[in-house]
Nanobody
Framework: QVQLVESGGGLVQPGGSLTLSCTAS????????INWFRQAPGKEREGVSC????????YYADSVKDRFTISRDNAKNTVYLQMNSLKPEDTAVYYC??????????????????WGKGTLVTVSS
């Protein structure tokens, strides 16, 4: 079966770091751009980052630029989101999603093909 699974979420103090992973099963990620979204309580789901199929091109929302780094290892069928200098405003459920189209610098939910179930990141002292 086709499945995307996020992992790595948890509770972290402000200023701390976490690395999220997104691993595919039942298909390979090498033909997909991969996007990270997040949804905080009471807020709309928003795009966070995107990485091209090769990993050579990356995109970030202004709110996370210079703090988050997206990467991928196609041999492991996995995409990562390294999150540094975390803020309480980063608290959200984080989702990964595939897109057959190249990264556009925007994040439209309707363009995504497969979604994970999400992993919760809580930033609090």
């Amino acid at each position: 079966q086709v499945q995307l699974v996020e992992s790595g979420g948890g509770l972290v103090q402000p200023g701390g770091s976490l690395t999220l992973s997104c691993t595919a099963s039942g298909f390979t990620l090498d033909k997909y751009a991969i996007n990270w979204f997040r949804q905080a309580p009471g807020k709309e789901r928003e795009g966070v980052s995107c990485i091209s199929t090769s990993g050579r091109a990356t995109y970030y929302a202004d709110s996370v630029k210079d703090r988050f780094t997206i990467s991928r290892d196609n041999a492991k069928n996995t995409v990562y989101l390294q999150m540094n200098s975390l803020k309480p405003e980063d608290t959200a459920v984080y989702y990964c999603a595939t897109d057959r189209r190249p990264c556009q610098g925007n994040w439209r939910r309707g363009d995504m093909d497969y979604w994970g179930k999400g992993t919760l990141v809580t930033v609090s002292s």
